[in-house]
């Protein structure tokens, strides 16, 4: 059974941090491409950040470069997305996403990720002014 489900998620004030965590089971986690995308109201969605979890290499959209950063516990087989700085504009649905084509993690921040197969159910984060 392939599954991802997201935590973490919630309202904050602008400036502040929060941090996502993506539960896989062990077919999704392993050797695949595992990122996160989010999507606005009226917008596009959008690749966020991404990373192998057989080599451990990230890749960020230029938009949160330098403010969100992550990672992964390969004993827990979870992927987690640390958030700080946030401002108004980072509300959005984000969801965890998962591809065994290691390809699509270098091209991520520039993604839709219409081809990415494995899916959470998405959680919201919102910031507020």
């Known amino acids: 059974q392939v599954q991802l489900v997201e935590s973490g998620g919630g309202s904050v004030q602008a400036g502040g941090s929060l941090k996502l965590s993506c539960a896989a089971s062990r077919y999704a986690y392993n050797n695949t491409c595992m990122g996160w995308f989010r999507q606005a109201p009226g917008k596009e969605r959008e690749g966020v950040a991404g990373?192998?979890?057989?080599?451990?290499?990230?890749y960020y959209a230029d938009s949160v470069k330098g403010r969100f950063t992550i990672s992964q516990d390969n004993a827990k087989n979870t992927l987690y997305l640390h958030m700080n700085n946030l401002t108004p504009e980072d509300t959005a649905m984000y969801y965890c996403a998962a591809d065994e084509y290691w390809r699509r993690c270098p091209t991520i921040a520039t993604s839709t990720g219409s081809d990415f197969k494995y899916w959470g159910q998405g959680i919201q984060v919102t910031v507020s002014s």
């Open positions: 990373i192998y979890t057989g080599g451990g290499f990230p």
